[in-house]
């Protein structure tokens, strides 16, 4: 029994010391693969199991952060530790079996509800903006079935629905093509019905997730430097509004991390923006916090 425990113990010690030997290694490389880019105030990382709830997406209530995870989500503080909310199955079984619903991707925040984006990853034909509970993060029984893959809809999303952006102001929500989107697919926030397409000048490519601020919408992206996009509604127009990390080679996918979804919340020391990545080890996530430019 001694000799259990003894190796019980060695196999800890040397797993948390490799996780030791990664954390330092994946921190090194995430500053190398940054470079001279637009610098973020402050970055509040999460490494280990725990990144993997806060590996997809992030929202905020104004209040709390709340990050979508592969099939979770989380509310947490702004202290980025103390956990308020956890739903750690949080794709409604009845999603699953009517439509192979397996991947929570970029979440919104509007009027006390969590705007999810759910697909049936790789398959592609059932993507789905679900709705739950801003305080307990509880699935409300309200979700709309979007059309997907061989519906021959003219806003059919053809490689799943990897995000989902609310606009309060204007009571529509926002969702686009996974690769190269030419235009936005606006649905009503209370019936969830379509509304409308919006054209956009020139296509923005692996979007990831998306948050309004002052009248134009901000588009985070996976792209080869993992740029934000401001994005006119009324005109389509789109300017790149900052890099996150330096030009990648594109042959090499997600080389140097992973960029991933993006909320918007003024705070105390300046910044506004605040992104998610994560790190180049897939090890951590990372929320920075960008000022306005």
């Not at 049936?120 to 979007?146: C, H, M």
Request: glycine residues 10%; negative net charge.
């Amino acid at each position: 029994m001694n000799e259990i425990n003894f190796l019980r113990k060695s196999i800890k010690v040397l797993l948390f010391g490799l996780l030791g030997v990664l954390t330092v290694v994946s921190g090194s490389l995430n500053r190398l693969f940054a470079g001279d880019v637009y610098a973020p105030v402050t970055v509040d990382r999460t490494v280990g199991f725990e990144a993997i709830e806060r590996s997809q997406g992030v929202t905020t209530d104004g209040s709390a952060w709340i990050f979508s995870g592969r099939h979770s989500l989380v509310k947490v503080s702004f202290d980025n530790e103390t956990v308020l909310a956890l739903q750690k199955h949080a794709i409604p079984q009845e999603l699953s079996d009517l439509y192979g619903s397996a991947h929570i991707g970029g979440i919104s925040y509007a009027d006390g509800l969590v705007y999810a984006a759910i697909e049936d990853s790789k398959v592609w034909r059932n993507p789905i903006v679900a709705l739950f509970d801003g305080q307990t993060l509880a699935y409300t029984g309200r979700y709309v079935l979007l059309p997907g893959k061989d519906s021959g809809s003219d806003h059919a999303l053809t490689r799943g629905v990897p995000w989902v952006a609310c606009n309060p102001e204007s009571g529509l929500f926002y969702v686009a093509q996974c690769r190269n989107a030419d235009a936005l697919f606006a649905y009503d926030l209370d019936t969830l019905d379509y509304v409308k397409t919006i054209p956009l000048q020139s296509a923005v490519d692996r979007i990831q997730g998306a948050e309004m601020y002052c009248g134009k919408l901000y588009a985070a992206t996976n792209d080869a430097t993992r740029a934000v996009y401001e994005i006119d509604l009324a005109g389509g127009k789109v300017e790149k509004y900052f890099d996150r990390i330096l030009y990648q080679p594109k042959w090499i996918d997600n080389f140097g991390g992973e960029g991933e979804d993006i909320t918007v919340l003024p705070m105390e020391d300046g910044s506004v923006f605040h992104a998610l990545t994560i790190g180049a080890l897939f090890i951590d996530a990372n929320l920075s916090h960008y000022k306005a430019r």
